[in-house]
């Protein structure tokens, strides 16, 4: 599953307002119950930048849903600038009440992100992107990739939490690691929430793997990967890429 409202390669505002809406409640359950291990992502995220940034630093959110818990893992660090970008009108209200936690200018766009990182025109200390980038091909992962790349300070830093098959393990493979997973543990979701998800992740999902997505790195122009977290279940995993 990934950010619901964001359908990459559309600009319709409305068709994502309506995936919004109709996913909404699936959408709670996810994170109420933590079922992608959103929460971990989001707390690395926040040991990343406390270690990483004594000074002031701004992040650019790819694709930023409601904002939740980026908001709670953000709350007391040096951010000075939070811009967060989603198709969807009903999510960009949502993350405006989440975010007034923040003690910083806020910025929320409606757009695309692919076309707001590539019309960026300012630096960006971090940029990070949740369960998002994976509905993209290879090439056009690596074209986004490159427009971050190009977008960011010299101390900054790319952050991707995306699912990553296991070395030499197809998409066919991880898929069904990922309905063994849903199956077991997402008791909360009705039949037909889980049906509906289920059919979301293998019509949409574009996993690569580890080596796949380090590659993809070098060929963007970063420096190198690290990895920095993966859930229980191995099927995400939370890598930075440094300029």
Not at 53 to 58: E, S
Request: with cysteine.
């Amino acid at each position: 599953m990934a950010d619901v409202s964001h359908e990459p390669g559309s600009s319709d505002h409305g068709k994502a307002a309506e995936i919004f809406r109709n996913q909404w409640e699936v959408y709670q359950k996810y994170l109420h119950h933590n079922y992608l291990s959103n929460r971990e992502a989001c707390e690395d995220l926040r040991q990343f930048v406390t270690n990483e940034f004594g000074r002031p630093y701004n992040l650019m959110d790819l694709a930023c849903g409601d904002a939740s818990a980026i908001a709670t893992a953000l709350r007391g660090t040096n951010i000075a600038h939070y811009r967060g970008v989603d198709l969807a009108p009903p999510a960009i209200a949502h993350a405006k009440r989440h975010l007034e936690m923040l003690p910083c200018e806020v910025e929320l766009e409606l757009a695309d992100f692919v076309e707001a990182v590539r019309d960026n025109s300012k630096p960006v200390d971090i940029a990070w992107v949740s369960l998002s980038l994976h509905h993209f091909p290879t090439p056009e992962k690596l074209s986004i990739m490159r427009a971050v790349r190009d977008l960011l300070s010299e101390d900054g830093a790319f952050l991707i939490y995306e699912p990553t098959c296991l070395d030499g393990e197809d998409r066919g493979d991880w898929l069904d690691r990922f309905e063994e997973a849903a199956r077991r543990d997402w008791a909360d979701l009705t039949p037909e929430e889980l049906a509906e998800s289920l059919n979301h992740v293998r019509t949409c999902d574009l996993p690569e793997s580890v080596s796949e997505w380090a590659a993809l790195g070098r060929q963007a122009g970063f420096s190198g990967m690290e990895e920095r977290y993966r859930e229980p279940w191995d099927l995400f995993r939370l890598l930075c890429y440094r300029p």
